[in-house]
């Protein structure tokens, strides 16, 4: 049942079976407007994207429900909240946007409110999300009790303004560093003589900074490998894998993942980079990225730019992204509200 919240707005909730597109296309026009509003420029998911990724999460595991405030038939904000369901079982990781006139109204703590409640029903007492930093709605999710925790820089590469040839100049001069160390490129679904070696190296991520380090962090096994392989089909996106092997030993020592997301192609998204800490100091990471963006280059020519989400704490990929032409788009604030 929707809850009123006065004689004009209505709090609806729905799951993420029975959204339609036409919501979810309006839900990604209001997020883009707010964007804009605190003069930020990066992607955020179409109506398409939005509604396969409340349907299917990272792992097939559906969002826990979304949020819709209205006023007659027009949007005025929405939150999302995703439950986790196999770490941080106390915790909901929330998202939202309010339209830029309805801002200061009451609409987002109510949003906030109705999300809280929810969870709190679930056992869950940790609250995680963020903004862009330094804009109005960081401001308004600290003043609605949430701290920042945690910092990323978001880089975006602009393909089409860079020389193809310069991938294979820094590949080139990398690879010269990595001699003992061969590539193997996956696009799509792991293949199951593969797939305990992305476990492998999906692992290495646990030694990265983390937002938050009282958090567990994601364990994975070769179930899970296959339910991210499974739900990225369902929500098509297409995943890019370079990944790095020791010649003399076969151990398979880092990886980059870049997912195209095939509703809006036209921008890449970086996701996982990392090398086993034994094996660092080889510009394995700037081998993998330049061997990545030769390939996409030449495989997905409508790709004009990628991004990248890097803590500001990682100082090393940031090192390599800077390398390789990147330029920061943004900041993320990540905050997290406890009880």
Known sequence: MPTVLDGRVRLDFVTPADLDLDTADAMAALARASQAA???DVTTPSGPTRLTMYQHSSDGTPFAGIWLARDGDRL?????AFQPQRENTDAVNLSGAVSVDSRREGVGRALLDAVLEHG??????????GAMAGGESQKAMEAMGFDQIHTYAINRLDLFAAPRERWQRLYDEAARSAG???LVRLVGATPDERVEDVVALFAV?????????????DRFDADRVRAYDAAMAARRQTVH???ARHRGTGEWVGHTVLCVDEFDPSVGHQE????VRAHRGHRLGLLLKAD??????EERPEMSATETWNSTGNHHVLAVNEVLGTQQAARYASMRRVG
């Open 292 to 297: 990545l963006l030769r390939w996409v280059t």
């Open 205 to 217: 991520m646990a030694d990265a900074p983390r937002t938050d380090p009282d958090a567990e962090v």
């Open 241 to 243: 894998r370079v990944m």
């Open 272 to 275: 996982d980079t990392s090398v």
């Open 180 to 182: 003992d160390y061969e």
């Open 120 to 129: 709190a029903a679930a056992g869950r007492t940790k609250a995680y999300s």
């Open 38 to 40: 605190d003069g930020v």
């Open 76 to 80: 005025l904000g929405y939150a999302s």
